[in-house]
């Protein structure tokens, strides 16, 4: 979908379909349109009378055809109450429009940009949002089928239009900003849903190196067991699958020594291994490297966006399996970082791998940390699919992604990092145990787990177990992967 911005007057511009928006409450519809058209102002208050048009936010009504209009048709999009009106708003309200596009078969869509008109938002941040909920809302993953009856219909290009001179150029820097973030998200989105037989851990590091050649990067691959990521290998043993460790790293400010290390759990598929999961819903475990894609996608933009900052991505990469060669509940493994580990739980994996990548960040200058991973079942129970968990060890750090995903539409929410869940991980046999075999409170003691090897380095991590991937879609989230959290983490990395 192009993307594009336009200083001409609404009843004039020619396309397939033009969105205009209305707030809940409201009797009549306000704004460019209205005063335009005095007809179609009297059609829509009618509609709104009549109750078929309530501006509830995403709620569309399509109209046919108007004489006023060079559009061919219009849709009337609710935006909700006014005073409730944010960015996340905007993006439901421009995904709507933009489903609503593809079911009339519209190639050519123009809109205005909600939240502008009223003065609500700033208008950079609205068009951004507009692009994010449109690009973000038409994802579909492409699949396999080969009898499909149709190539599914493709909307060609999005309008933004305006007649006021002052807000084309605020416009136009924040739909291109919005377009490049939402089709990183988007690209995200693939590489999860793609399934594991696909995207094994070498896959996914060719794909890696590619990323890292066409943006400028700096790029590691290794072997993890000749790297001596015991953890790592403890957990790729059971499968046929070669493991690696992939690094993309951006310098941004090479006079800084500053270094921010995004690391990304990249279980490509997560059977459980020897403490095998059970089989009902088990495909959607071929999603345990969203948190891999997350940090993959946003070091892919960093080339683009330029902060000036230090940024390297970890990605470790492996499948986990049950075989005769697996690694056993009750054995004890190595580390990176030298401590030893009894692993009580082979389906507490993710923790092992990250616990090496954490480790190698460091031992490549990281000076703060943030890792993503799918990372416990338990944060899914504690908070649904609404939040990501957010847990760490600098509360700085933490209110400031917690305040960007609030910002972004990513909502995180804080859990405790208490010394008991620490103290629960203490082993007879080894340095620590992966898990506390309570059962309780795992998103926490997972994040006590990896504390022990993050030490004093600054750091935060995100739980997106919940948030990661969908059996339902809703708004411009698809049924399966969501993308969750790149425009966080762009949106921290640029801010
Ligand atoms: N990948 C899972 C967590 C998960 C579950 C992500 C459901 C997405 C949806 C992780 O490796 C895991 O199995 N964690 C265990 C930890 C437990 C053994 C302490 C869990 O949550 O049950
Ligand atoms: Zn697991
Ligand atoms: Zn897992």
């Not at 007649?163 to 988007?186: H, M, S, T």
């Not at 951006?250 to 800084?256: A, C, L, Q, T, V």
């Not at 970890?314 to 509940?329: D, F, Q, R, Y």
């Not at 943030?370 to 209110?399: H, R, S, Y």
């Given at each position: 979908?192009?993307v ?244 993309l ?22 059977s459980?291994?020897?403490s ?36 390297i ?21 190595g580390?990176?970082a ?64 917690k ?40 998103p ?47 949106e921290?990395?640029?801010?």
């Open positions: 979908m192009k594009r911005i336009e200083r001409l007057s609404l009843v004039d511009f020619k396309c397939d379909l033009l969105a205009v928006n209305l707030f809940e409450g409201e009797k009549q519809p306000t704004g460019a349109i209205a005063a335009a058209d005095k007809a179609l102002k009297g059609l829509i208050s009618r509609l709104i009378r009549e109750g078929s048009i309530d501006g509830k936010l995403g709620k569309t009504t399509l109209i046919h055809c108007h004489a006023g209009l060079a559009a061919d048709k219009l849709v009337v999009v609710g935006l909700g109450k006014k005073d409730k009106l944010d960015l996340e708003a905007i993006r439901t309200a421009a995904s709507a429009v933009i489903k609503q596009a593809r079911e009339v078969k519209a190639r050519r869509v123009a809109s205005i940009v909600h939240g502008s008109g009223c003065g609500c938002l700033p208008p950079a941040e609205s068009a951004k949002a507009v692009i994010e909920g449109s690009v973000l809302g038409v994802y579909k993953f492409a699949g396999y089928a080969k009898e499909k009856e149709k190539p599914p219909f493709e909307v060609k290009e999005l309008v933004l239009l305006d007649i006021d001179r002052a807000k084309i150029k605020p416009f136009a820097a924040g739909a291109k900003l919005g377009l490049i973030i939402a089709e990183a998200e988007n690209h995200a989105r693939d590489l999860v849903n793609e399934p594991s037989n696909k995207m094994t851990p070498g896959a996914f590091a060719e794909l890696a190196r590619r990323i890292a050649r066409i943006n400028g990067l700096k790029f590691t691959s290794l072997d993890p067991k000749a790297a001596g990521m015991a953890a790592l290998q403890a957990v790729a043993k059971g499968s046929d699958q070669p493991p690696r460790l992939v690094a790293e951006y310098r941004g400010n090479p006079r800084s020594k500053e270094k921010i290390a995004l690391v990304g759990k990249g279980i490509t598929f997560d459980g291994g020897i095998l999961k059970p089989s009902k819903n088990m495909d959607e475990m071929k999603s345990d490297m969203a948190g891999a894609a997350a940090v993959l996608g946003t070091m892919s933009l960093l080339s683009d966006l330029k902060p000036k900052k230090n940024v991505g970890v990605i470790p990469l492996t499948e986990n399996m049950p075989s005769g060669h697996a690694t056993k509940p009750g054995d004890v493994v580390s990176l030298g401590y030893t580990i009894e692993v009580t739980n082979t389906d507490a994996e993710g923790r092992l791998i990250l616990a090496d990548a954490i480790t190698y960040a460091k031992k490549r200058g990281a000076t703060s940390i943030i890792d993503v991973a799918t990372l416990t079942g338990g944060c899914i129970t504690a908070l649904g699919d609404a939040a990501t968990g957010l847990i760490g060890n600098d509360q700085p750090l933490i209110d400031r992604i305040k960007m995903g609030d910002h972004c539409g990513q909502k995180m929410w804080q859990l405790p990092l208490y010394d008991e869940y620490k103290e629960a991980l203490k082993s007879s046999l080894a340095d620590l145990k992966n898990t506390s075999g309570t059962g309780k409170a795992s926490s003691s997972g994040a006590a787990f990896l504390s022990k090897f993050v030490g004093a380095t600054p750091w935060a991590h995100l739980d997106i177990a919940g948030t990661a991937f969908l059996e339902k879609g809703r708004g411009y989230l698809p049924e399966g992967a969501t993308g969750v959290p790149v425009r966080t983490l762009i921290f990395l640029v801010s």
